[in-house]
């Protein structure tokens, strides 16, 4: 740059016309990309080695017997019963009842 020349005087280039301008376009060009492809991936699940993973449900665990279950009944009065595996318990049946007593 010469002595004479002054940079304020003579006639701005195009990136120093357009500079901003130019960058504001390029990262907006450049996240409308990212978020294409963002949404891309999301709706489209593509099959990359990995992430497709992410994807699926995880399968169910093979149903395993509980030894000690309970159910909670909601009904008051109601009380916790605990089964246990193996061979159901025959309870005896109940002693017959006796007929009231008259008085005479």
Known sequence: MDKDENKWSRERTLWEKNGP???????????????????????????????????????????????????????????EIRLYPGKPVQLPPPPPAKPAETKK
């Open 21 to 79: 301008d130019i960058g504001i376009i390029a990262v907006s060009v450049i996240f409308l990309g990212l978020t294409v492809m963002a949404a891309g991936f999301v709706l489209f699940k593509p099959e990359v080695p990995g992430l497709n993973k992410l994807f699926t449900t995880p399968p169910a665990p093979p149903p395993q017997p509980s030894f000690d279950q309970k159910f909670h009944y909601s009904v008051p009065g109601e009380s």
